[in-house]
């Protein structure tokens, strides 16, 4: 067995005093290095929260961090621990208010500006956030805010209403306008409407189908088989059989002859393009036919593509019900297409078939809180009302009827309103809607 050799005491006594040189060379070089990258917190200089400013809800946490790396103890404090709470730089929003988050390192301090708002997110509240007012009225406008930053007021029409910086508001012409104040957090805005101040009705146009031909100066008379898109069963012709005037009225037939794959004939008549009215009292005086299946129209389109133009139904007559009569209206939001259209209906106590009625609206620009309305009468008694949302004002996909719409008189059958139809309606006479006269008034804003 071989053993191994060790050196003498003093050869290993030697290279130990060499190796512990170098040690304490190798140790004091990388406490330098330590040294120069990590300072110490009395060395620290200028630095800052990131980010300086902070917007917070109630509930939301947030972590700050610091512009430098440092291995020395930071202090975070908030000026107020009922608005915000710090540890190790994670805050927490507890109430609506302002607060500073600081971070403290020895002698060296940074500051966060902590601003919390409600759940909502909202700073500013003002006393009304709808306004209406007569033409020379003021209202003042009251604004909470919370933080108490300085706020600048606007109203987007000052040729409608007026606001100082103080939220006196002041209506100097008729219309919708709205109001703005701002703050460094947040806009907050109100809906202003001065109302109109509106003359008497005036007859501006009126057709009492008093000749023996049908005016095209006015009239457009339509020939189709489409069906009205409503899958209906006649064919619109321009024919005298169809379509006429005498004895002071327009008189609209429905005929069982056929044409055109359509086992009946009718008409149809618009004033496209030559008449059309925005705003005003727009009625007709109309008999309309008995029978089941029949259903004429007095109605209203405006001018583009369907429903966005948008539809007003005057009235429409269901020959399934002698004594029922009905209103609507149609638009992008709500039309018939997808079944939410806005409809209303009266039921007489007797047929309104075969007698003659007055069937109208009284369409108003901003009536009511800037608000158009559509008033539905007959016989000069109001029945149904639709009006705009105020949410969507001016939103012509949920209210199209502040602009140009034409009128339209027609005499359909079956479909998915007229329904199923009974041809005995024929063995009892001519199926005949008569139309006395038509007329709108309008009236002119006040001085």
Same mark, same amino acid.
């Given at each position: 067995m071989r053993t191994r050799a060790w050196p003498p005491l003093c050869v290993l006594f030697n290279?130990?005093?060499? !190796?512990?040189?170098?040690?304490?060379?190798?140790?004091?070089?990388? &406490?330098? &290095?330590?040294?120069?990258?990590?300072?110490?917190?009395?060395?620290?200089?200028?630095?800052?929260?990131?980010?300086?400013v902070l917007q917070m809800k109630v509930g939301d946490v947030q972590l700050l961090e610091l512009s430098i790396v440092t291995t020395g103890e930071v202090v975070w404090t908030s000026s107020d621990e009922e608005v915000v709470k710090v540890s190790a730089g994670v805050v927490t929003a507890e109430a609506i208010g302002f607060a500073t988050v600081t971070a403290?390192?020895?002698?060296? /301090?940074?500051?966060?500006? *902590?601003?919390?708002?409600?759940?909502?997110?909202?700073t500013l509240t003002l006393n009304k956030y709808m306004v209406s007012l007569n033409k020379g009225e003021t209202f003042q406008f009251q604004c909470k805010n919370t933080y108490g930053t300085p706020v600048e007021w606007k109203c987007n029409h000052p040729e409608i209403a007026t606001i100082d910086q103080q939220g006196l508001l002041t209506a100097i012409k008729p219309g919708l306008a709205t109001v703005t104040v701002t703050s460094e957090m947040e806009s907050v805005t109100a809906k202003v409407a001065v109302n109109?101040?509106?003359g008497e009705y005036q007859l501006v146009w009126s057709d009492e189908f008093n000749?023996?031909?049908?005016? #095209?100066?006015? +009239?457009?008379?339509?020939?189709?088989?489409?069906?009205?898109?409503?899958?209906?069963?006649?064919?619109?012709?321009? =024919?005298t059989e169809n379509l006429r005037v005498e004895n002071g @009225?327009?008189?609209?037939? &429905? #005929?069982?002859?056929?044409?055109?794959? /359509?086992?009946?004939?009718?008409? #149809?008549? @618009?004033?496209?393009?030559?008449?059309?009215?925005?705003?005003?009292?727009?009625?007709?005086?109309?008999?309309?036919?008995?029978?089941?299946?029949? +259903?004429?129209?007095f109605w209203m389109l405006g001018y583009g593509s369907?429903?966005?133009?948008?539809?007003?139904?005057?009235?429409?007559?269901?020959?399934? #019900?002698?004594?029922?009569?009905?209103?609507?209206?149609?638009?992008?939001? =709500?039309?018939?297409?997808?079944? @939410?259209?806005?409809?209303?209906?009266?039921?007489?106590d007797e047929s309104m078939e075969n007698a003659y009625? *007055?069937?109208?609206?009284?369409?108003?620009?901003?009536?009511? @809180?800037g608000c158009d309305k559509i008033h539905f009468f007959i016989d000069n008694k109001e029945?149904?009302?639709?009006?705009?949302?105020?949410?969507?004002?001016? !939103?012509?996909?949920?209210?199209p009827f502040n602009d140009q719409h034409f009128i339209i008189f027609n005499l359909a059958i079956g479909g998915t309103m007229g329904g199923s139809i009974d041809d005995t309606l024929f063995n009892h006479g001519d199926v005949l809607m008569k139309v006395d006269w038509v007329r709108v008034w309008q009236r002119k804003e006040k001085e």
């Open positions: 290279k130990m005093k060499y !190796m512990k040189k170098y040690l304490f060379i190798i140790l004091g070089a990388l &406490l330098g &290095l330590v040294s120069c990258e990590q300072p110490s917190p009395s060395s620290v200089g200028q630095f800052s929260i990131v980010p300086p403290a390192i020895g002698d060296n /301090k940074a500051i966060c500006s *902590v601003y919390v708002s409600g759940s909502s997110g909202q109109h101040q509106w000749g023996t031909e049908l005016d #095209r100066n006015v +009239w457009n008379v339509e020939v189709n088989g489409n069906g009205g898109g409503n899958q209906e069963s006649q064919y619109y012709l321009d =024919r @009225n327009l008189i609209i037939q &429905l #005929r069982n002859d056929g044409y055109g794959g /359509k086992p009946y004939t009718s008409g #149809r008549i @618009n004033s496209k393009n030559k008449k059309s009215f925005t705003y005003g009292k727009i009625e007709a005086n109309i008999s309309f036919p008995a029978g089941k299946g029949t +259903w004429p129209a369907w429903p966005a133009c948008g539809e007003i139904d005057i009235i429409e007559h269901i020959g399934s #019900r002698p004594n029922f009569s009905s209103f609507a209206v149609h638009t992008s939001q =709500r039309n018939g297409m997808t079944g @939410n259209n806005w409809h209303a209906g009266y039921t007489a009625h *007055v069937y109208g609206i009284e369409w108003t620009q901003e009536e009511e @809180n029945y149904a009302v639709v009006s705009e949302d105020f949410n969507f004002i001016d !939103m012509k996909s949920y209210w």
